[in-house]
């Protein structure tokens, strides 16, 4: 059974730091371009950032570039999300996905293209 689980958010004040982790089990994602999403109170789901299967390409909403860094360590199966300079706009829940096609040469922002879902972790941003 695959699964896709998320941890490491919280209440932070603004301006500060979390750090989010997605760890997968149930297959390798080593090969696989992996993202994240977010969803505000009232908002649809929305892209954050996608890193592709070998590490080396990463790629970021304009809202987060700068300030996001997200990462992957293979060997353990799983993502991070950085995220810095934190503003009250960045409260959501925050999901990490797996695009289920091998060695894919196009980093996705869409959510259909991803095919593997975790449950989600609640960052909220407090003034």
């Known amino acids: 059974q695959v699964q896709l689980v998320e941890s490491g958010g919280g209440v932070v004040q603004a301006g500060g730091s979390l750090r989010l982790s997605c760890a997968a089990s149930?297959?390798?994602?080593?090969?696989?371009?992996m993202g994240w999403f977010r969803q505000a109170p009232g908002k649809e789901r929305a892209f954050v950032a996608a890193?592709?299967?070998?590490?080396?390409?990463?790629t970021y909403a304009d809202s987060v570039e700068g300030r996001f860094t997200i990462s992957r360590d293979s060997a353990k199966n799983t993502v991070y999300l950085q995220m810095d300079s934190l503003k009250l706009e960045d409260t959501a829940v925050y999901y990490c996905a797996a695009d289920s096609r091998v060695f894919s040469m196009i980093l996705q922002s869409s959510r259909g293209s991803y095919d593997y879902w975790g449950q989600g972790t609640q960052v909220t941003v407090s003034s």
């Open positions: 890193i592709k299967w070998g590490g080396a390409t990463t």
């Open positions: 149930g297959r390798t994602f080593s090969r696989n371009n």
